[in-house]
């Protein structure tokens, strides 16, 4: 995968398109492409993981930070290093208070990166249960071949 190219749901559509066509006067090189095409695309299933962990995380924190700010229990400091005005708003009551965090603009921000990577995600574990058929696939091409050549 080219370093200069963004992951994305796009990218990768991009390259499993590349990637999944068969050229059927090569049957046996497209065998031997089957462990590099699980290589590359579980390279990227695993960035795709270590990001969604990485965005739980950081969605924790952030909604820990919030809820500490909504509550006006946030030092100056604290304020200061997140780039934050004081709330100016009524404190809001604990029953309240999940309706405040939903409708955070950057708890929303990170909630849609999330979403995102799960689709890239699933999008990634699709083409990988191909790519585990694929040789199976291809052996029945060539059991086919020899099939209607009378062998």
């Not at 065998?31 to 695309?41: F, I, Q």
């Not at 929303?108 to 995102?116: A, H």
């Not at 990577?117 to 585990?132: D, H, T």
Request: hydrophobic share 30%; aromatic share 10%; net charge neutral.
């Amino acid at each position: 995968m080219s370093e200069q190219k963004q992951l994305t749901i796009e990218t990768i559509m991009e390259m499993w398109d590349e990637d999944s066509s068969i050229d059927r006067n090569q049957i046996s090189e497209e065998t031997l492409k089957t462990p590099k095409l699980h290589a590359k695309y579980l390279q990227m299933l695993m960035q795709c993981k270590s990001k969604l962990i990485k965005y739980d995380s950081d969605y924790q924190d952030l909604k820990g930070a919030k809820f500490r700010y909504y509550r006006g229990e946030m030092s100056r400091d604290e304020l200061q290093e997140r780039g934050w005005d004081q709330w100016q708003g009524v404190k809001p009551l604990k029953s309240d208070m999940e309706t405040f965090l939903e409708s955070d603009k950057d708890l929303l921000k990170l909630k849609l990166r999330r979403q995102y990577y799960e689709n890239m995600i699933y999008q990634l574990e699709s083409i990988m249960k191909q790519i585990q058929s694929r040789d199976w696939g291809l052996k029945n091409h060539i059991t086919m071949i020899q099939f209607l050549a009378g062998k």
